[in-house]
């Protein structure tokens, strides 16, 4: 079975500072893209960053300059520094994985169950 877990999530004021982790488990081919998308309500899930096995990364404009994705795609874990955190950063982080299984499968995305982050005075 595959599960991502996530930790880290929680309450802090505009400005402050959290770090969220997510580790993977399951027996995978290959990972090719491991990161994090949010879900505010009312919203569309949307991208957060994302780190790929070539070492690239990609993040939302919304959140470049304040977020800072790293990981170990081997060790199938991946962090997400949040910094200067403002209200509209307030969401459901979900970790994901895009991988495959086995060898002769398509990649597939796999998802983590969410960790909360609410960021308020």
């Known amino acids: 079975q595959v599960r991502l877990v996530e930790s880290g999530g929680g309450l802090v004021q505009p400005g402050g500072s959290l770090r969220l982790s997510c580790a993977a488990t399951?027996?995978?081919?290959?990972?090719?893209?491991m990161g994090w998308y949010r879900q505010a309500p009312g919203n569309q899930r949307e991208l957060v960053a994302t780190v790929s096995t070539g070492a690239n990364t990609n993040y939302a404009d919304s959140v470049k300059g304040r977020f800072t994705i790293s990981g170990d795609i081997a060790k199938n874990t991946v962090f997400l520094q949040m910094n200067s955190l403002k209200a509209e950063d307030t969401a459901v982080y979900y970790c994901?994985?895009?991988?495959?299984?086995?060898?002769?499968?398509?990649?597939?995305?796999?998802w983590g169950q969410g960790t909360q982050v609410t960021v308020s005075s």
């Open positions: 994901t994985v895009n991988a495959k299984r086995s060898p002769w499968l398509l990649a597939d995305n796999y």
């Open positions: 399951g027996s995978f081919s290959i990972i090719y893209v």
